[in-house]
């Protein structure tokens, strides 16, 4: 990665943090953060999470449930800039501005809004737009204020947000074509290790099909969320495709390449189901009970923890009060006397 550059990742306080958000957000931030060659802004979607939830105790609780999870797994507010999307008004504005020169087509392409048009259309529902409201919508505009409010170079995420980051683009740089040259044109860093992380049921771990395995839980609730994860019905013996099963998935995001290796061996050997998830509980378990430790302490102090948003929300207000002035100034929205 270029010296100098700006690196920013989100994740949507609308349930308890899991290991998806863990290895797809938490741990590539974290580690891209130790780097003196780039600048990280790390922050909380609180205002994106009212897409997905109309309950206030599940939006304030999980906005700390994340914070905290953050701080757990090692992350250091001191050296990042740590913040809630909400602290930062900067944020809001930006997105209203980026609406007025954004074109509705772009926003019919996106997937999560031509999702639940072809859900409809699939229900025989005349109306294809029933059921969704602005905020789906307008996601990927706020997903852009999000972003260009601080000119960020790099945007960590998963493969299925990649269209986020194309539409980012395409908006600043139609900005930029009305305005002149404001904001820099983000760049998705996807990785190419772990890709997306499967639930217990198989489908992409999320908060919205309720399939997760929750970071921080203790060891006989770990195991007993492990035993749950979906399986064929191949018997002990019978060589097993890696490539296809959800535990192998599961285990490759946090186990070193000869850990894998030994374990596509076993597969090939016909490792039965039941050892198969011991192995990846006794990885995952090895892995997460120092997390957990340090989580018990952090969520032990409210106190410390809002003053670390606050003063990340400072920081992260001196970036993008600049830019935003910036856009200002290129629309002309300004003061008579220069």
């Known amino acids: 990665m270029e010296k100098g550059k700006k690196v920013l990742t989100g994740i949507t306080t609308s349930g308890t943090p899991h290991l998806g958000n863990l290895v797809g957000a938490i741990q590539p931030a974290i580690e891209s953060s130790r780097s003196k060659a780039t600048s ?16 206030p105790n599940l939006t304030h609780g999980s906005s700390f449930e994340i914070a905290a999870a953050w701080l757990a797994c090692g992350l250091k ?22 609406s007025c020169i954004t074109a509705k087509g772009l926003m019919n392409r996106a997937h999560a809004y031509k999702a639940a048009a072809a859900m409809n ?12 409201f ?12 999000d972003i260009l409010a601080f000119n960020a170079d790099i945007v960590p995420v998963g493969n299925d947000q990649k269209q986020h980051i194309e539409m980012t683009r395409d908006i600043a ?30 489908q992409k771990m999320s908060k919205s099909y309720n399939n997760t395995i929750p970071i921080f839980l203790e ?3 770990l195991l007993k969320m492990v035993r749950k994860i979906k399986t064929n019905s191949l018997e002990p013996g019978v060589p097993k495709d890696p490539t296809a099963c959800n535990i192998f998935k599961i285990y490759k995001a946090f186990a070193s390449k000869s850990e894998v290796d030994d374990l596509e061996l076993l597969y090939a050997n016909g490792i039965a189901w039941g050892e198969a998830k011991n192995v990846l509980f006794e990885q995952l378990n090895t892995q997460l009970k120092p997390l957990r430790e340090k989580h018990k302490e952090i969520i032990e102090d409210r106190k410390k923890l809002e003053e670390t948003l606050i003063n990340g929300a400072v920081k992260a207000r001196k970036t993008a009060s600049v830019i935003l002035q910036n856009v200002r100034q290129a629309i002309g929205i300004k003061s008579f006397i220069n």
């Open 77 to 98: 507010p001191d050296v990042v800039t740590f913040y809630r999307q909400s602290d930062v008004p900067e944020i809001m504005e930006l997105a209203w501005i980026l």
């Open 134 to 145: 602005m905020g789906l919508f307008n996601y990927p505009i706020l997903m852009a204020a």
């Open 219 to 221: 060891e006989k609730s």
């Open 121 to 132: 259309h699939e229900q025989g529902i005349s109306d294809l737009d029933k059921g969704v």
């Open 40 to 55: 990280s802004f790390l922050f909380l979607a609180d205002y994106h999470s009212l897409i997905k939830s109309q309950d």
């Open 173 to 202: 740089a139609r900005f930029n074509h009305l305005y002149g040259e404001v904001f820099t044109l983000p760049e998705a860093l996807i990785s190419e290790r772990t890709g997306v992380l499967p639930g217990i049921d198989g």
